[in-house]
């Protein structure tokens, strides 16, 4: 094929794309907008049910519904099934999966209140990230690590607002704090604030603690910006009554 041609119908496919990217987009930010208080759940699709990691997510999922946070996930199997499972039984939130359109057909697990799909794989992570006040790390692998080092990122660099990082599973996730706290804190390429970002932890309750003292740090941001009579702002200030905080 003559270069210039090529060049030409590439571009021109790449315009194409710019759109559906927007679509994409559009529709996260239409469909999730009238959210509220919510949390993020990360964590491995291949924990299987009897695995302690997931019946740990299914309880924390539903303790995060009770207390009024609807549960985000990629809304695939292992952990994130197991925490819209626990949302999904609560009643009291919403349990929401974000998933991905493939080639073959990429199932949703069946604990879901509010599904969306999108074409593109960074803006659905986008989505996970932008309507939560807290983000739960559970075990996982690869994805996960991104994940977890993307949100922290954008936390660092003020990209995003201030949120709670909660590692769940001292066990899984001790020997990565330590190369954090040590070769990374003593080559100087991340400071003790910036290790501060995280929490570990294995009991609910003090997760639900720590998000608790999210959502108060998301409405001072929310106050100090003039926000706090915007429908997001009422909405979490409703949880925030209603949890007697």
Excluded: C
């Excluded at 960074?122 to 075990?139: D, E, H, N, T």
């Amino acid at each position: 094929m003559n270069r210039r041609i090529r060049d030409k119908n590439s571009i021109y496919l790449d315009s194409w794309s710019l759109f559906k990217i927007m679509a994409d987009f559009v529709k996260g930010y239409d469909e999730l907008d009238d959210l509220g208080a919510a949390v993020t759940v990360f964590g491995s699709a291949r924990l299987k049910r009897d695995h302690p990691s997931y019946k740990k997510a299914e309880e924390i999922g539903k303790k995060l519904a009770d207390s009024g946070y609807s549960v985000i996930t990629g809304g695939s199997f292992g952990i994130m099934e197991a925490a819209n499972k626990g949302a999904k039984t609560s009643q009291h939130a919403e349990s929401i999966g974000l998933n991905i359109d493939l080639p073959h057909e990429q199932k949703g697990n069946e604990y879901l209140d509010r599904e969306l799909k999108f074409d593109y794989f960074f803006v659905r992570k986008v989505m996970l990230v932008r309507y939560s006040l807290a983000y739960i790390i559970m075990p996982g692998g690869f994805g996960t690590l991104d994940e977890l080092f993307e949100t922290l990122t954008l936390i660092q660099t003020k990209k995003s607002s201030p949120a709670a990082v909660i590692l769940v599973g001292k066990d899984y996730w001790s020997k990565l704090f330590e190369f954090m706290e040590t070769s990374m804190m003593e080559y100087g390429t991340i400071n003790q604030k910036d290790l501060d970002l995280i929490s570990i932890i294995d009991d609910a309750d003090e997760l639900i603690k720590i998000v608790d003292g999210s959502l108060n740090v998301q409405l001072e941001a929310i106050t100090d910006m003039g926000l706090d009579s915007s429908n997001y702002g009422t909405m979490l200030k409703n949880v925030h009554d209603i949890r007697g905080l």
